[in-house]
């Protein structure tokens, strides 16, 4: 009798158990098909039907110098040898050595966002471009021509270079030159067309 009372209330047991994962397994159907629904009701609401008539935001660049070198290019992660600080590094930049012109220009349209002058890095300005872009142009001379809050077009010149950069000073009077997406430092050869300079 109360053998057959266990089994009988192991069975119920099972029961509810398989009962309550099924009850689970509905709920997040239905929790997951509300969500879909709710992302597919947002083009009704215009979200997307306003994007789509935003303009679609193209930066056109130029070259930051005419008529120079690259003494460095971007390294990515791949080290390499800093004649300065006689160490390897990563040189997430390209560095510019000027054949005659020092001035240095803006690489698209911008805002001057940053201007400033340390002893590793230089004077420095940052000029902020659409799509989450930053182009930063370090080792320059300190008498700079722009300041914060300048807009800027694609070749303004916003300065010259000078060897200003303590940590790359044997790379004599250049341009360090770095882009950042959304922060992040990203190969300014995706965006410039440096040819075979
Ligand atoms: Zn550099």
Same mark, same amino acid.
């Given at each position: 009798?109360?053998?057959?009372n266990?089994?009988?209330k192991?069975?119920v047991?099972?029961?509810?158990?398989y009962?309550?994962?099924?009850a !689970?397994? *509905?709920? =997040?159907? %239905?929790?997951?098909?509300a969500?879909v629904?709710?992302? +597919?009701?947002?083009?009704t @609401?215009?979200?997307?039907?306003?994007n789509d008539?935003l303009?679609v935001a193209?930066v056109?660049?130029?070259?930051?110098?005419?008529n120079?070198?690259?003494?460095?290019?971007?390294?990515?992660?791949?080290l390499q040898y800093?004649?300065?600080?006689k160490?390897?590094?990563?040189?997430?930049?390209?560095?510019?050595v000027?054949?005659?012109? !020092?001035? *240095?220009? =803006?690489? %698209?349209?911008?805002t001057?966002?940053?201007?400033?002058? +340390?002893?590793?890095?230089? @004077?420095?300005i940052?000029?902020?471009?659409?799509?989450?872009?930053?182009?930063?142009?370090?080792?320059l001379d300190?008498d700079?021509?722009?300041?914060?809050?300048?807009?800027?077009s694609?070749?303004t010149?916003?300065?010259t270079?000078?060897?200003?950069?303590a940590?790359?000073?044997?790379?004599?009077?250049h341009?360090?030159?770095e882009?950042?997406?959304?922060?992040i430092?990203?190969?300014?050869?995706?965006y410039?067309?440096?040819?075979?300079?």
């Amino acid at each position: 009798m109360n053998k057959t009372n266990t089994s009988q209330k192991k069975r119920v047991i099972t029961s509810v158990i398989y009962a309550t994962i099924v009850a !689970l397994l *509905v709920m =997040a159907c %239905a929790i997951t098909i509300a969500v879909v629904n709710n992302r +597919n009701d947002n083009p009704t @609401t215009g979200e997307i039907g306003n994007n789509d008539e935003l303009p679609v935001a193209t930066v056109t660049f130029v070259l930051p110098m005419q008529n120079a070198t690259i003494a460095k290019d971007y390294s990515g992660a791949k080290l390499q040898y800093n004649d300065t600080l006689k160490q390897w590094e990563i040189h997430k930049a390209i560095d510019f050595v000027p054949t005659d012109n !020092l001035s *240095v220009y =803006a690489v %698209a349209n911008g805002t001057v966002t940053n201007v400033y002058t +340390n002893y590793l890095e230089g @004077t420095v300005i940052e000029i902020s471009h659409d799509d989450g872009l930053v182009s930063i142009y370090k080792s320059l001379d300190s008498d700079v021509l722009v300041q914060v809050g300048d807009t800027v077009s694609a070749g303004t010149e916003i300065g010259t270079v000078s060897n200003s950069m303590a940590q790359e000073l044997n790379t004599n009077a250049h341009l360090h030159f770095e882009m950042t997406l959304n922060g992040i430092k990203v190969d300014p050869n995706d965006y410039l067309s440096l040819g075979d300079k």
